[in-house]
Nanobody, 125 residues
Framework: QLQASGGGLVQAGGSLRLSCAASGRTFSTHDMGWFRQAPGKEREFVAAISWSGSDTDYADSVKGRFTVSRDNAKNTVDLQMASLKPEDTAVYYC????????????????????WGQGTQVTVSS
């Protein structure tokens, strides 16, 4: 129901735009999040956006470099990534919030009910 795309190989300092498209149902009333998981590491929160798009939050490690946005008419959520670093290399996942997801726990992946399959981002030095 959630399909992430846009990943690829980019040099350090470059940019990528990830997109998450929903199908089969609308997520326009769900807060949405982006997470990532690097090899051998735990999944970590990257960014989240409220259902209306009026509120966003970011992990400290990406603040100022990444921008999350959404288009509810198209049922999509995007993650614009700039000034990429090798440490940004990971599989990126989009997720839609469940009934227990609130602004205060956006960082908690366990509160998301729907997950996309992930898209690989590799940043070379």
């Amino acid at each position: 129901q959630l399909q992430a795309s846009g990943g690829g190989l980019v040099q350090a300092g470059g940019s990528l735009r990830l997109s998450c498209a929903a199908s089969g149902r609308t997520f326009s009333t769900h807060d949405m999040g982006w997470f990532r998981q690097a090899p051998g590491k735990e999944r970590e929160f990257v960014a989240a956006i409220s259902w209306s798009g009026s509120d966003t939050d970011y992990a400290d490690s990406v603040k100022g470099r990444f921008t999350v946005s959404r288009d509810n008419a198209k049922n999509t959520v995007d993650l614009q990534m700039a000034s990429l670093k090798p440490e940004d290399t990971a599989v990126y996942y989009c997720a839609a919030g469940g009934p227990r997801l609130y602004r205060s726990n956006w960082y908690d992946g366990d509160k998301y009910a729907y997950w996309g399959q992930g898209t690989q981002v590799t940043v070379s030095s």
